[in-house]
């Protein structure tokens, strides 16, 4: 008798919901039962409510259950799970399941599908189709794939993904870099991890075709050091792709070399910042450079260097197997494709919705997340970080895409949308904005590093009801200064949340308002 196969994943949420013992207890219960089962760990749907997800395969369809706790393990053997039976944890076919149906994953197709470091099961599901048809082609005509297919960085800066290897491609043939910023700091970000501990393996192919696009013969991964999970996967995967022949000195016979390795980031927010990285990359603290120069011109050790996010370069297979137009016909105006949206904080069904850019806030809160978890009304959202700006609800029809978020003074970011309801202490965050900004502040300028630290001690006032009126408008001077003279986005964009709270959660720092209580 075949065995039957069944997923466990083994990423990051799920493991910390038991995934481990449930993946024992289905292999004890399986082997006192008599019956043969293959247990395949794989990464997470994104769907964080029903983690940890478990998944039998029946007749080559996959059947889901979840959540699933290890002690509902024999009762799930006895209602006769392995033949995808009823059980109250049932969730009927995986694909099937409305929350993943309603997505469009082009990135994330094979995130929580596939073994993730297995180069077969990466082949069987459409993998390494887009580096042979890159191979295939000129560095120019893949540059001008990339382009035309629309792709903006999506690590937060929105830039043209293909005007940035087009700049690499054009200095003179020396030691280039591909470097891969995996260091992924936002609060209540999470796409990055989900992506390296589902399929690496799109983001190790992502960085050979940026390597053969521009003229790289080298790649780093910077990998957030709380990630352990991620750089395990990732050195097998690695491994994996170097065995079968997919880097190395000679990728599948071309002449085209490409080697790559991980290395793990300093634990500090700025260096996710693209020069601050670069530097720590060098072995040096994390401080940001002076721009010019680009790091496309003078980048890692002072070569050039193509700097981009986890998400973006595991978009590129997909833009080259599929072609620029299949990829550009996702999302609305400047905002091409799809975007990994990452619902977090007090909200019902929290998780990674992948979807084209253009669905509106109040659908993705309330049609996908089901309104907050403690059942009250959504006051306010941070989408983009702890730099991104607050929402209220009266501005939660805008769409999701870099221009209509911009056009009300807020920004995407890499796409976290964090969750508030009405007990939600607007002045506290706002404190905490500037807080967050004189802790992780590097220290090179001196809007970002004193004005941050004033910053703090400004909102201490206007909280104890000093002075309110006029410590206000310190505030805002002091944001205006922040955010024109600071040397990077940390101190630059700072103001954001501190700035959106004032403007539209004023009546919260005026009259000694204090929140809903939290307990009804
Ligand atoms: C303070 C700060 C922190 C940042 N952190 C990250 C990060 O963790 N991951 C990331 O990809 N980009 C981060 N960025 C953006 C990078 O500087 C850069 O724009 C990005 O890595 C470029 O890749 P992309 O074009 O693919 O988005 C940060 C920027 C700033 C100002
Ligand atoms: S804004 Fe802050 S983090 Fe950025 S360079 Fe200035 S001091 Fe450093």
């Known amino acids: 008798m075949n065995a039957t196969t069944l997923y466990v994943p083994a990423e990051a949420t799920a493991l910390s919901l038991g995934a481990d013992a449930i993946a024992l207890a289905v292999a004890r219960e399986a082997a006192a039962r008599g019956q043969d089962v293959r247990i395949v760990r794989n990464g997470s749907r994104g769907l964080f409510w029903l983690e940890p997800l478990v998944e039998v395969v029946v007749n080559g369809a996959r059947h889901a259950y979840g959540p699933v706790a290890a002690a509902d393990v024999p009762g799930l053997f006895d209602a006769g799970f392995l033949q995808a039976a009823q059980h109250p944890l049932y969730l009927g076919p995986t694909t099937e399941i409305p929350a993943l149906r309603g997505q469009q994953r082009l990135t994330f197709a094979r995130v929580g599908v596939i073994d993730p470091a297995s180069v077969p099961d990466y082949l069987a599901h459409g993998g390494y189709a887009g580096l042979r048809r890159a191979l295939a082609m000129t560095s120019q005509e893949i540059v001008t794939a990339v382009t035309e297919s629309g792709l903006r960085g999506r690590g937060g800066a929105a830039f043209p993904t293909g005007i940035k290897w087009k700049t690499v491609l054009d200095q003179p043939p020396q030691q280039k870099y591909i470097t891969c910023n995996a260091d992924e700091g936002d609060s209540g970000t999470f796409a990055d991890r989900l992506l390296m501990e589902g399929d690496p393996l799109s983001l190790i192919e992502g960085m050979t075709i940026a390597g053969i696009a521009v003229g790289a013969t080298r790649g780093f991964i910077y990998l957030r050091v709380e990630y352990p999970h ?21 990728i599948l016979g071309s002449g085209k070399a490409f080697e790559l390795e991980v290395r793990l980031g300093a634990g500090a927010y700025i260096c996710g910042e693209e020069t601050s990285m670069l530097e720590s990359l060098e072995g040096r603290r994390g401080e940001v450079r002076v721009r010019p120069p680009l790091p496309a011109i ?18 590129v297979p997909v833009i080259l197997e599929r072609g620029a137009t299949f990829y550009r016909d996702f999302g609305v105006g400047k905002s091409r494709g799809t975007i990994p949206l990452q619902l977090a904080g007090n909200t019902q069904h929290g998780g990674l919705y992948e979807v084209a850019f253009g669905m509106s806030l109040r659908e993705l809160l309330y049609d996908r997340g089901g309104g907050t978890a403690s059942g009250r009304p959504i006051r306010a959202v941070q989408v983009g970080g702890p730099l991104g700006a607050y929402i209220p609800e009266s501005q939660f029809d805008t769409a999701i895409d870099y221009e209509a978020l911009s056009g009300i003074g807020a920004l995407l970011g890499h796409g976290g949308v964090v969750v508030f309801d009405d007990t939600v202490d607007i002045p506290a965050m706002a404190r ?21 630290t004033r910053g703090v001690e400004l909102m201490d006032r206007v909280i104890a009801n000093i002075d309110r009126e006029r410590n206000l408008q310190l505030i805002e001077e002091l944001c205006e200064t922040m955010l024109h003279g600071s040397l990077c986005g940390l101190g630059g964009m700072t103001p954001f949340p501190v700035q959106s709270a004032l403007r539209h959660f004023r009546e919260d720092f005026l009259a000694g308002r204090s929140p809903a209580p939290s307990r009804q």
């Open 230 to 250: 991620a750089h395990r996967v990732l050195n097998r995967a690695i491994e994996a792709a170097r065995v079968a022949g997919y880097l190395g000195a000679d």
């Open 298 to 315: 003078k980048g890692l050790f002072g070569q050039p260097t193509v700097v981009n996010n986890v998400v973006s370069l595991a978009s």
């Open 432 to 452: 905490y904005a500037m807080e967050f900004c004189a802790k992780e502040s590097c220290g090179k300028c001196t809007p970002c590093r004193i004005g941050s």
